[in-house]
């Protein structure tokens, strides 16, 4: 891919000039954000906020397969603009009502295509959209994003499965979960592809975050820097050409070979979006509505049987209820106590992780001999909760219809579908068919072992969650170079941007710096309870695991009862303050109850939080904070309930790798 890649670039450089370069200009409806186009031998479009650059000349153009490049040798035919203020009524989200302003440039080019560019107040995007009677094949795509000078990132390479001498084609095969690093553009590592969202810092401490949006039929994009320069290029997937069974447990659909070419497309497409998302303020990435404004709206008419909520779940905690008079593990007595502990602390969901179907015959009908399913779906039914069904890809995928059929007739209410690992476009299409099927039997779909969202979730809302992220599973097995705690306040400044995240917070066992040790069977969180608990409001997750066992949560009822009332869904969402890597505090709002979460890195910290956006009245507060010794034991907590003061104002202390959580109620 990096061979043709050169000669696209080459193809290029090689066009001759053909028309006068022409410049057009964009601006955001607030006029401080202006995209500033520019067309001639190619199309290349910078990016300035209140006069600071942000994005300098990035070239745009896409090579299809009979030679033809989009974006070379461009002859504009018209320009149109227009202007939108539209309001998005979401379901399933951080915020019920998202307003859609932005101004808007369609150009169209001699060759039946079009480059769409689109100016928020936060940021800008553009998206190639193509007329032709045939159908055709991409080679590569163009996507720059070059920058004025060698500013610091926040980076996360692919996770490195071949080792040191992993080919840079073999890292698109990933399970898109890594830490970040915040380096200078120069020290990029040039043999290392990097996941998106990606932030760079730029002057003033404002953020420009790159990201993509509606990724239906496409390969998702990668980013690298293959030269030690300001720039960053993306990347993408060959289609597969060859593949086979293999992994985990021969679940996952590995790829031998690839084409020469990215992508099959429809005469009449219209390419993903990529966006600059700019911030002033780095909080202002927490509450970013980019990804979701610029998908698919949603194609269900019908979104009542949709149901957000919390999951009691087995995998992370091993099974290991305590206090009981029979042996647990994957069977049928087991789930009854998962179910009973769901029933009484108000949790909706219970999901049967791995085990549950016969291991390596890729056969979901094969339900192990431990398990009476049947009699699990009654006994939930009888407690007001529902099951959903853990699944790995290729057994799934075999028959999507067939077993979604099957199991929604039975009274399953949903899938989580894991150890997809790649994003190419057959992948990808595979997403956009399951939530189609999955929704036409009423089913959700969390997807496990997959890329970071790109606006599925509101083209098909059933499509609850996400994983793509460097989540609390591990924590069972990783040693103690792993800092945890900084990514957990790197994220929502950053992965949190694409969308809702599968992190699987909620442990009981928890641990200072120091303590820390993987254990596999009982493991156990960086940082302290209420880093825990806050995580439930700060991260976005609208099917949200509860990660421990029912007997911890037994033990520690205050706890295990604020977690289960923490709404998943929102009417509103503020980020308060924050910056990257170190501390965040985000409040949302479900009805008239406010809840706010707050977390900082290893560094103990005493914030000042304005209050002020809860409006005149009087509030309480149920308060989570850490406790005294919570440094020493990170289990230590104090539970109390305050008055809010008339000012609105509120100091809260946090612990070396600490929290903060309340939930506010208007008296």
């Not at 476009?425 to 089913?443: C, E, G, N, S």
């Amino acid at each position: 891919m990096k061979n043709s890649l050169v000669a696209f670039l080459l193809i290029i450089l090689a066009t001759p000039f053909i028309q006068a370069q022409r410049k057009i200009l964009l601006s955001s409806p607030d006029s401080r954000l202006t995209a500033e186009i520019r067309i001639g031998q190619t199309i290349d479009y910078s990016v300035s906020h209140n006069g600071d650059v942000m994005l300098a000349p990035s070239a745009v153009a896409m090579q299809l397969g009979d030679g033809v490049v989009l974006g070379a040798k461009p002859v504009l035919i018209k320009s149109v603009k227009r202007s939108a203020d539209n309001v998005i009524r979401a379901s399933v989200y951080k915020k019920s009502i998202i307003q859609d302003r932005y101004n808007e440039l369609t150009l169209n080019f001699k060759g039946n295509y079009q480059l769409v560019f689109r100016a928020y107040n936060d940021g800008i995007a553009y998206r190639f959209i193509t007329s032709m009677k045939d159908s055709f094949v991409v080679e590569n795509e163009k996507a720059e994003f070059n920058f004025p000078t060698n500013q610091k990132i926040f980076v996360a390479y692919v996770d490195n499965r071949g080792g040191a001498k992993d080919t840079f084609e073999k890292q698109f095969y990933n399970s898109f979960e890594n830490t970040y690093q915040h380096i200078l553009l120069s020290e990029y590592n040039p043999a290392r592809i990097a996941f998106t969202p990606l932030v760079v810092e730029g002057v003033k401490g404002k953020k420009v975050c790159i990201a993509e949006s509606d990724l239906l039929s496409y390969p998702g994009m990668f980013l690298c820097n293959d030269n030690a320069s300001n720039s960053l290029k993306g990347v993408f997937a060959p289609y597969p050409k060859t593949t086979r069974a293999g992994g985990h447990n021969l679940l996952q659909d590995e790829v031998m070979s690839g084409e020469s070419f990215i992508a099959k497309c429809a005469g009449k497409t219209s390419f993903p979006w990529r966006s600059v998302i700019v911030a002033e303020n780095a909080y202002e990435l927490a509450n970013s509505d980019m990804v979701y404004k610029l998908a698919t709206p949603s194609q269900l008419t019908d979104v009542s049987w949709i149901k957000p909520g919390k999951v009691a779940w087995d995998w992370w905690n091993d099974w290991n209820l305590y206090g009981v008079d029979f042996e647990t593990g994957v069977n049928t007595q087991t789930y009854k106590a998962y179910i009973d502990f769901a029933a009484e602390y108000g949790i909706q969901y219970v999901i049967l992780d791995e085990g549950w179907a016969v291991n390596l015959k890729n056969d979901l009908l094969a339900v192990v001999p431990e398990i009476n399913l049947g009699e699990l779906i009654a006994y939930a039914k009888s407690k007001n909760v529902d099951l959903i069904l853990w699944a790995g890809y290729n057994a799934f995928n075999k028959d999507i219809d067939g077993v979604c059929k099957h199991y929604s007739e039975m009274g399953i209410k949903g899938f989580k579908i894991d150890f997809m690992d790649r994003d190419d476009q057959p992948m990808v299409d595979f997403h956009y068919r399951t939530a189609k099927i999955a929704a036409k039997y009423k089913l959700l779909v969390d997807f496990h072992g997959t890329y970071k969202p790109t606006g599925l979730q509101r083209t098909f809302p059933n499509v609850i969650n996400f994983e793509a992220v460097h989540g609390l599973e591990q924590m069972k097995w990783s040693d103690t170079s792993v800092d945890q705690v900084t990514y957990d306040v790197t994220i929502p400044f950053i992965r949190m941007v694409a969308g809702p995240m599968d992190y699987t917070q909620g442990a009981m066992r928890n641990s200072t710096k120091g303590n820390y040790r993987p254990v596999n069977s009982e493991p156990m969180s960086q940082g302290t309870r209420c880093r825990q608990l806050a995580e439930y409001v700060i991260f976005e997750s609208p099917l949200n695991m509860l990660c421990d066992n029912p007997s911890n949560y037994i033990r520690e009822k205050e706890c295990a009862a604020f977690i289960a009332q923490v709404p998943t869904v929102w009417d509103e969402t503020i980020a308060l303050n924050g910056q990257i890597a170190q501390y965040v505090t985000i409040a949302r709002r479900k009805g008239n109850d406010w809840y706010l979460g707050s977390m900082t890195n290893w560094d103990a910290r005493t914030l000042e939080i304005d209050l002020s956006f809860l409006g005149q009245g009087r509030f309480s507060a149920e308060v989570f904070s850490d406790g005294k010794n919570a440094n020493k034991v990170a289990r230590d907590y104090l539970k109390q309930n305050i008055e809010i003061s008339p000012d609105k104002k509120l100091k809260i202390a946090m612990a070396p790798g600490g929290g903060f959580v309340m939930k506010i109620s208007k008296l």
